[in-house]
């Protein structure tokens, strides 16, 4: 009976993020008119691509055994630094300033919990507040609208709501992009197995020769470039960059994205498959909600329950 038990458990622990968001799709087929239209599709392709983007980033992060809660305040300075400098240097060039800016936020981040041993939750904590700060610095306070930077912001907002083959929304490319090189980092290569062993046991990590510094570095650095990836398509999906708001709350939904996806909160393993699922169903609460005109305090409730339901599942782990 003991036995039977754990099989029930390990098998409601690896497939319980799986049959979430297979009810969902049950529920919204049913009560949600016009669910499966491709406009709805494509919309739930732009809305999660920032959040898939984060929780990329994260599920490294908290694989490690860390945490990062200050991507949605790289998203928004990333967003504004591209706008600021893009009007003088062009897109491309503001694009690689913006995600530059992010990748050294998550450096820091690498710097401060991996050479100088200080927690993560506070560093990120205070990472996030000083970014945000700086980013409401930068624009004046004042949101930065892209049809009022004349034909280079017209041409970059195309960016965000552009259409391949006329009908998939770009944002698909930076999704399958980025969770497929995460992928391969943890599946196929020597240096996913060291950022797992790092956040399964430190000292014997580095007992065994991984050089742990490094690997925080490496993961803290992706979450800030990834960040930043989603903040440049964020502002120009919305075409404004707003250094109060952009990206608020999306270290939250990232979070959630990887617990519910199955990554251990307490490091060690990494589930890149599961995080993708996991956001899919952060998106779907979302949209569940919207579309039948639920107040989206409902929509928060029902991620605190989901959340609470996988790090349950996940206790024994």
């Given amino acids: 009976m003991r036995i039977e038990n754990l099989k029930f458990e390990e098998s409601l622990r690896r497939y319980s993020a799986v049959l979430v968001l297979l009810v969902f799709v049950l529920i919204n087929s049913v ?33 490690t055994g860390g945490i990062d809660i200050s991507v949605g305040s790289i998203m928004a300075i990333s967003g504004v630094i591209c706008a600021l400098t893009m009007t003088g240097l062009g897109i491309f060039t503001g694009i690689i300033i913006g995600l530059l800016v992010g990748s050294v936020c998550g450096l820091l981040n ?20 000083g970014i945000r700060g700086l980013a409401q610095v930068l624009c004046g306070g004042r949101d930065i609208y892209f049809n009022k930077l004349g034909l ?25 992009f980025v969770s497929f090189f995460v992928w391969i980092l943890v599946e196929k290569m020597v240096i996913g197995k060291q950022i797992q062993a790092v956040g399964d046991n430190l000292r ?13 570095f490496f993961v803290y650095g992706l979450s800030g470039l990834f960040a930043a990836l989603a903040g440049v398509f964020q502002s120009a999906r919305i075409q404004v960059a707003a250094g109060s708001s952009l990206g608020q709350l999306a270290e939250l939904d990232a979070i959630a994205a990887v617990v519910i996806g199955g990554t251990p909160m307490a490091g060690g393993k990494a589930h890149v498959g599961g995080t993708i699922i996991g956001a ?38």
């Avoid at 014997?204 to 925080?216: E, F, Q, R, W």
């Fill in 204 to 216: 014997s990590s580095v007992l065994t020769g991984i050089n742990a510094n490094k690997i925080y």
């Fill in 152 to 176: 280079i912001g017209k041409e970059f907002a195309v960016i965000g709501n552009y259409k391949l083959l006329g009908f998939i929304p770009i944002q698909i490319v930076p999704i399958i």
């Fill in 31 to 63: 009560a949600t008119p016009n669910f499966f239209q491709l406009s709805n599709l494509n919309n739930i392709i732009m809305q999660i691509c920032p959040i898939i983007l984060c929780s990329m980033g994260m599920t490294l992060v908290i694989s």
């Fill in 110 to 129: 690498g710097f401060f919990v991996g050479t100088l041993r200080l927690q993560a939750m506070v560093i990120t904590l205070g990472m996030q507040l």
């Fill in 280 to 317: 899919l169903i952060m998106q779907m609460i979302t949209l569940t909600c919207v579309m039948n005109n639920v107040p989206d305090e409902y929509a928060q409730v029902f991620k605190a329950l989901i959340i609470v339901f996988a790090v349950y599942i996940q206790r024994s782990k």
